[in-house]
């Protein structure tokens, strides 16, 4: 990117991105995919790359969609308010979909449904990018939304980077979400090279003085000299993206450990990301309920710990003035699980159960109602189209439709 063609001790910026920001992040404990902390930098500085669409009629002016995937059962969750406290508080100043219908496509699949409003088909490989374009897309290339309003903090795994945007010719990679995955994983290049950095710790003096470049090399006032300062215009943007990478650096989330601490994380970093950067869409995916395969102790616990981490975030929205009354929230699992424990006290999914196809969704926002059950049906793959309604776009390739009973 020319942008990004500048040199800082004759070291262009586009190297430290891929070296030095990956061993920062590796240790961190957060992974910055190439292209995504400094790609989003880049159209910070730049401006949006589209032009923006006509203003949406909505009070909403932020999204955050929560993925609690992993299958996460409804009766674990609105069903037993003593498990998810927080949730269930949210639930009851907004919206709670008890009937909403989820096809067992594989975590992946089902997953990637919400992010597409399509149903994802069981013949996409694990590994590989989905065919429809994600919500992401549609905002970034549709909407005009520049890449630093929209971002996804996931779990773990290599195929958590594929949430961030499809092989759709029409939108693709350059549409992504910006995407931050807690276990620093992306692909073989990145998984060799934050593995050789070791285990989150403390930086050395040495990195400290590599992070303090960093700094400096996003910093307007120590570009003198540079050629191209095009993409030096906002220096606000540039001081958040500082104080974001230093603030996941102080190791905000380093003291989440045990069961469920990947989820646990990826909502702290989502959490760090909206005060920072105020994004227009802030998606996570979970997947540590999964564990209910061979306990359902320990599934309970996840979902307790999310549930806590939810309040957090949901706590930080409500104390920001500018995010308080123009946020909204979507919490819904990718399906539930089976209606009967398996022979290790654990929970599996596959037996077709109301409990493992009817999902619970939970929504609240500036512009549905409020204390709200609405048993109408709905399924997962609407989720897509009503977020794009209410940031003013429309989903074309997308299945489902907006949740028209969810708006006052
Ligand atoms: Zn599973």
Request: include cysteine; proline fraction near 5%.
């Given at each position: 990117m020319d942008a990004f063609d500048i040199r800082?001790?004759?070291?262009?910026?586009?190297?430290?991105?891929?070296?030095?920001?990956?061993?920062?992040?590796?240790?961190?404990?957060?992974?910055?995919?190439?292209?995504?902390?400094?790609?989003?930098?880049?159209?910070?500085?730049a401006g949006p790359d589209a032009p923006a669409a006509k203003p949406s009629p909505y009070k909403t002016k932020h999204v955050v969609l929560l993925a609690f995937a992993g299958g996460v059962r409804a009766r674990e969750v609105i069903g037993s308010p003593q498990?998810?406290?927080?949730?269930?508080?949210?639930?009851?100043?907004?919206?709670?979909?008890?009937?909403?219908?989820?096809?067992?496509?594989?975590?992946?699949?089902?997953?990637?449904?919400?992010?597409?409003?399509?149903?994802?088909?069981?013949?996409?490989?694990?590994?590989?990018?989905?065919?429809?374009?994600?919500?992401?897309?549609?905002?970034?290339?549709?909407?005009?939304?520049?890449?630093?309003?929209?971002?996804?903090s996931t779990t773990a795994g290599a195929q958590t980077i594929n949430f961030s945007y499809s092989?759709?010719?029409?939108?693709?990679?350059?549409?992504?979400?910006?995407?931050?995955?807690?276990?620093?994983?992306?692909?073989?290049?990145?998984?060799?090279?934050?593995?050789?950095?070791?285990?989150?710790?403390?930086?050395?003096?040495?990195?400290?003085?590599?992070?303090?470049?960093?700094a400096k090399a996003l910093d307007p006032k120590f570009l003198d000299g540079v050629k191209d300062r095009s993409f030096a215009n906002d220096p606000e943007a540039s001081l958040r993206i500082q104080r974001y990478i230093l603030e996941e650096l102080k190791g905000d989330t380093a003291d989440l450990t045990g069961p469920g601490a990947g989820d646990a994380k990826a909502i702290r970093v989502a959490r760090n990301l909206l005060r920072l950067f105020k994004p227009k869409v802030t998606a996570i995916v979970l997947q540590n309920a999964d564990v209910a395969h061979g306990s359902f102790n320990s599934y309970v616990d996840v979902i307790r710990r999310n549930d806590q981490e939810v309040g957090l975030l949901w706590q930080s929205i409500q104390q920001d003035p500018e995010l308080k009354d123009s946020t909204t929230l979507f919490v819904l699992p990718e399906f539930g699980r089976d209606h009967d424990l398996n022979d290790r006290n654990g929970l599996d999914h596959g037996d077709g159960s109301d409990d493992l196809h009817r999902i619970f969704c939970i929504a609240s926002g500036p512009d549905f109602k409020q204390g709200k059950t609405l048993t109408g049906a709905a399924d997962s793959i609407d989720v897509c189209p009503t977020i794009a309604e209410l940031l003013g776009t429309k989903s074309p390739d997308a299945k489902g439709k907006s949740m028209k009973q969810l708006f006052a």
């Amino acid at each position: 990117m020319d942008a990004f063609d500048i040199r800082l001790d004759g070291m262009r910026i586009e190297n430290l991105r891929r070296r030095e920001l990956l061993r920062i992040a590796g240790l961190a404990g957060v992974g910055v995919a190439a292209g995504s902390l400094f790609g989003g930098a880049a159209a910070a500085f730049a401006g949006p790359d589209a032009p923006a669409a006509k203003p949406s009629p909505y009070k909403t002016k932020h999204v955050v969609l929560l993925a609690f995937a992993g299958g996460v059962r409804a009766r674990e969750v609105i069903g037993s308010p003593q498990n998810a406290p927080n949730l269930t508080r949210i639930g009851n100043r907004g919206c709670v979909l008890p009937y909403v219908r989820a096809a067992n496509l594989g975590h992946y699949g089902a997953a990637l449904a919400i992010f597409t409003g399509c149903s994802e088909a069981k013949g996409i490989r694990e590994n590989a990018r989905g065919d429809n374009p994600t919500i992401f897309e549609y905002l970034r290339k549709d909407a005009g939304l520049p890449a630093d309003q929209v971002w996804l903090s996931t779990t773990a795994g290599a195929q958590t980077i594929n949430f961030s945007y499809s092989t759709s010719a029409d939108y693709g990679g350059k549409y992504g979400a910006n995407l931050i995955s807690t276990d620093g994983l992306f692909n073989a290049e990145f998984r060799n090279l934050i593995t050789s950095f070791g285990n989150v710790s403390l930086p050395s003096d040495k990195e400290a003085r590599e992070v303090a470049d960093l700094a400096k090399a996003l910093d307007p006032k120590f570009l003198d000299g540079v050629k191209d300062r095009s993409f030096a215009n906002d220096p606000e943007a540039s001081l958040r993206i500082q104080r974001y990478i230093l603030e996941e650096l102080k190791g905000d989330t380093a003291d989440l450990t045990g069961p469920g601490a990947g989820d646990a994380k990826a909502i702290r970093v989502a959490r760090n990301l909206l005060r920072l950067f105020k994004p227009k869409v802030t998606a996570i995916v979970l997947q540590n309920a999964d564990v209910a395969h061979g306990s359902f102790n320990s599934y309970v616990d996840v979902i307790r710990r999310n549930d806590q981490e939810v309040g957090l975030l949901w706590q930080s929205i409500q104390q920001d003035p500018e995010l308080k009354d123009s946020t909204t929230l979507f919490v819904l699992p990718e399906f539930g699980r089976d209606h009967d424990l398996n022979d290790r006290n654990g929970l599996d999914h596959g037996d077709g159960s109301d409990d493992l196809h009817r999902i619970f969704c939970i929504a609240s926002g500036p512009d549905f109602k409020q204390g709200k059950t609405l048993t109408g049906a709905a399924d997962s793959i609407d989720v897509c189209p009503t977020i794009a309604e209410l940031l003013g776009t429309k989903s074309p390739d997308a299945k489902g439709k907006s949740m028209k009973q969810l708006f006052a």
